[in-house]
């Protein structure tokens, strides 16, 4: 038995390794072949639109090969409230992320992504009233930092290209905020989630594809003189550059589903320094030392960040979950037993058979009844459906 157990452990950490190896594979790649694409073919909304095609294109088969569950009906008054504003939050999040890239070197772009956090709190603060813990609001302070030293001695500064990585970063915010929303009022499953926005980001984008690029294109004198073997090249970057950009979200879903969410933050923060080091080498982009480490002050915040909303979970998990038993009082899940229509008639003050038909929280898991399906709520109050970072993190950080 215990060799046994070994021996799937062994695998599953060779399988974690694998699938991480190929996330940073495809990311690192999939930001350098942008940045190629867009110095050669300067159309960050015709790169936009590829990614989006490319999510409407793949993800069909992909949910019918792993069976999602088709989605349920909802109504057209939140779908106009809530899921096309997503769809716009999405394409206008693209396009700023490419404008980003193209004005200013990928290194940069993706240190000034690690803002994030700092967007995530502030407006997580103004929309739905979330406070944070202390520790959570000292470790922004390093992101702060990092991003401030980046950008005084970022030696390729542009203005439009930092103002749009910020109004990508600010989006990607706001969308991991409203779809964390959408997953749980609807109980649609996050990847039908994701082609409904990719489809409706299209449609979308398309008249402004046509009016900014697609007339660029039957105008441009220099797109005009290209030869045959420049449009092979440029149509190969942006199919790799689409499946790119679908595969590591994919990956990273696979990733996020077998690991503990620190865990995977963790190799988020991971994967944003390669991204920075593969674009340093293989871009050759001029840096300073200072610049350099400008940017590893940022991820490293990020990374503080992150494992300070872990501890603030735990101290919440522990808090809502388990069933605080005094001598006389009993505090279950915010609601107390003299408010039941069964209300007190044992000697101790409580009816014993209302006692005995409450739920088993003591487990290590937190619950021990039936799980409800996603998207449903159980018998006792709590949803079984995943939890929101493996929900909305497919749509956020690409």
């Not at 409706?200 to 690029?213: G, H, K, Q, S, V």
Request: charged fraction near 15%; charge should be positive.
């Amino acid at each position: 038995m215990v060799d046994r157990e070994k021996t799937e452990l062994y695998r599953q950490a060779v399988r974690i390794v694998f699938l991480c190896s190929i996330w940073f594979t495809i990311s690192s790649g999939g930001n350098v072949i942008n940045k190629l694409l867009l110095n050669d073919f300067p159309y960050p909304i015709t790169v936009s639109m590829m990614h989006v095609l490319s999510v409407c294109m793949y993800l069909g088969p992909i949910m019918r090969m792993w069976r999602v569950p088709l989605q349920k009906p909802v109504a057209s008054s939140y779908y106009m409230r809530m899921i096309v504003p997503l769809a716009v939050g999405k394409f206008w999040a693209s396009v700023s992320a490419h404008v980003s890239i193209w004005k200013v070197p990928v290194s940069y772009a993706h240190t000034v992504k690690a803002t994030m956090p700092i967007f995530t709190v502030i407006l997580s603060r103004l929309i739905t009233k979330e406070k944070q813990t202390t520790k959570v609001y000292f470790s922004l302070m390093p992101i702060v930092v990092g991003v401030l030293v980046a950008t005084v001695t970022e030696l390729s500064f542009d203005l439009i290209g930092l103002l749009s990585a910020l109004s990508a970063t600010i989006t990607f915010a706001l969308q991991n905020i409203f779809s964390k929303k959408a997953l749980k009022e609807t109980g649609m499953h996050h990847l039908r989630l994701l082609h409904v926005l990719g489809k409706l980001a299209t449609l979308f984008l398309l008249p402004i594809w046509i009016l900014m690029d697609g007339s660029r294109f039957l105008t441009e004198e220099s797109l005009a003189d290209q030869d045959q073997w420049f449009w092979v090249r440029i149509l190969g970057l942006l199919v790799v550059s689409g499946f790119c950009n679908f595969a590591q979200n994919i990956v990273a879903f696979t990733v996020i589903s077998i690991v503990s969410p620190l865990s995977y933050s963790v190799a988020n923060a991971t994967k944003r320094i390669l991204v920075i080091a593969v674009s340093l080498i293989t871009l050759k982009n001029p840096v300073t030392s200072t610049n350099v480490l400008g940017m590893f002050v940022a991820v490293l915040g990020v990374l503080a960040y992150n494992k300070a909303k872990y501890d603030q979970r735990q101290e919440e998990k522990k808090t809502t979950l388990l069933p605080t038993i005094h001598k006389n009082t009993l505090v279950h899940n915010h609601f107390q037993l003299d408010s039941q229509p069964n209300g007190p008639t044992s000697a101790s003050g409580y009816n014993p058979a209302y006692l005995n038909s409450l739920p088993n929280y003591s487990s290590s898991s937190g619950f021990t009844g039936n799980r409800s399906t996603p998207g449903t709520t159980s018998t006792s109050g709590y949803g079984g459906s995943p939890s929101v970072m493996s929900q909305t993190r497919t749509y956020m950080d690409v």
